[in-house]
């Protein structure tokens, strides 16, 4: 299979000297959901905006065949879809079709093009009424399907989402586990919420201060006690029943 | 957390509703412009020119309730300057309102036509962004012409004026639950100064990680929008309505009224 994302040797520090991430190595090929698991502060998310050009450290970071760095920074950011983990900073526009419009105008379509991938995109997350919403009017499980709507619209072959599981209840982290596994691309899911994880998740990967501790089967790793101890997670209470999340 | 949106009955559905953000903005400015041209004296064609927005906000089903408080909301800036007149003109004048003369003054005269003008403007105001979407109205505005760079920034203020509320009544909530007694002003002002400076820092924050999903999405400094305006013959009719409205107002009433 393809390569997707290919991280070597890659490192970053904070402005301030921290270091944030030391030494990744990773591997991530076409159509694999991964699920980068790991404590708070562990350099999730930074490892998410370093593949999307927005951290640039030390190492190299290949995304779909094309080196992360400024030449190629307009290209990648249409492969490679980041949703934050606010969603409040991803709708940032008067309503929910302007945002979800703004990628593909950006990349370049014309208004009929345009129209089209937002009413597909709003309908994948079950939104397609709600396009003229402003929204502060919608409720954290829209705003987080609306977030992940207006990366859809640009089909990016890869989508990285951060923490996307943050503020749901039970009924919409359900409805969002439904969303992400049916979705067709490469998946990079960040999040504290192992049984959100286990859930989604072909392989995992556990990252804890700014290091790769541990890369393999999402179920073997999550049910590893000692390892999920060790590092401050708890275990997944089911993996196939979403039901329970 | 719930806001009180001055938009909140913008997505109703009424005629007015489907009228074109620009055409209900210009009608605005005008009504706005020509309200405010009135000479002082003519304080009963206020009441007539009251009865177009107040026609609009029926129309648009849009509560009274809802108007009058806004205007309340915003009165207090307007009364300072309309309180000040009587104290600076104190020349007697006679006000013949129908039958009835009143003895008064100058400057209560002109206190009574500002607060008069500044609740028939404040009608206008009301009416247009309740029955528009704030959306439309920015991009009415774009289309006519107002810079760019301006609508970005009002789309954006909107955008976050909320965030940034929800934010400060958290960082208010947390302080109160932590107050058990009178810290007294100097203190007081110390946290004060404390919660406005983590505020700030906080939309910092807040702008950079927006900066970065601009970026993600292919932003390069051009905004670029899809206009779904369209100008219907609702628009043209309304119009030519209200130009008969004011026009005839200002020159066939104003004279007989004076």
Known sequence: MAKAIEIKRFSYKYPDGTIALSDINLSIEEKQKVVLIGPNGAGKSTLMLAMAGFAKGEGEIIVNGLKVEKKNLKKIRTVIGCCFENPDDQLFMPTLFDDVAFGPLNMGFNTEQVKIRVAQALRTVGMEAMAEKAPHHLSAGQKRAAAIATVLS???????????????????????????????????????????????????????KGRIIADGEAKEIMFDTKLMAEYGLEMPAMVNDTSEL | ?????????????????????????????????????????????????????????????????????????????????????????????????????????????????????????????????????????????????????????????????????????????????????????????????????????RSIDTAERINIAMHGRGFNGNWRTISRLKISNNDYIFGVLFSVFVISLYFFAVPVLN
Not at chain 2, 65 to 70: D, E
Not at chain 2, 144 to 158: A, C, D, S
Not at chain 2, 164 to 179: E, N, P, S, V, Y
Not at chain 2, 187 to 200: R, T
Request: charged share 15%; hydrophobic share 50%.
């Open chain 2, 1 to 201: 957390m719930h806001h009180a949106h001055i938009d909140k009955f913008a997505y109703q559905d009424s005629p007015v509703h489907r009228l074109d953000a620009r055409v209900k903005f210009i009608a605005a400015v005008i009504f706005t412009a020509v309200v405010i041209s009135l000479p002082r004296t003519s304080f009963a064609i206020l009441f007539c020119y009251a009865i177009g927005p107040f026609v609009i906000l029926v129309l648009g089903r849009i509560p009274l309730k809802f108007v009058f408080k806004h205007i309340l909301l915003v009165s207090p800036f307007v009364l300072i300057l309309a309180l000040s007149c009587p104290l600076y003109d104190k020349t007697p004048v006679k006000i013949a309102f129908g039958p009835s003369v009143f003895q008064t003054t100058v400057g209560w005269e002109r206190c009574c036509t500002i607060c008069g003008k500044f609740v028939v403007t404040m009608l206008a105001l009301i009416a247009l962004v309740s029955t528009t979407r704030f959306s439309n109205l920015l991009a009415g505005l774009g289309k006519l012409g107002v810079p760019k760079l301006l609508i970005i920034q009002l789309g954006f203020l909107y955008r976050y004026i909320f965030v940034l509320i929800d934010t400060a009544q958290h960082i208010l909530r947390a302080r109160t639950g932590r107050t058990f007694r009178n810290l007294g002003v100097k203190q007081e002002m110390k946290i004060a100064s404390a919660m406005l400076g983590s505020l700030f820092i």
């Open chain 1, 154 to 208: 640009m089909s990016p072959d890869i989508i990285a989402l951060d923490e996307p599981d943050g503020s749901l209840d039970p009924r919409n982290r359900e409805k969002l586990v439904a969303l992400l596994k049916n979705l067709p691309q490469t998946l990079i899911i960040a999040t504290c919420n192992m049984n959100f994880a286990a859930a989604i998740g072909d392989r995992a990967v556990l990252v804890d």
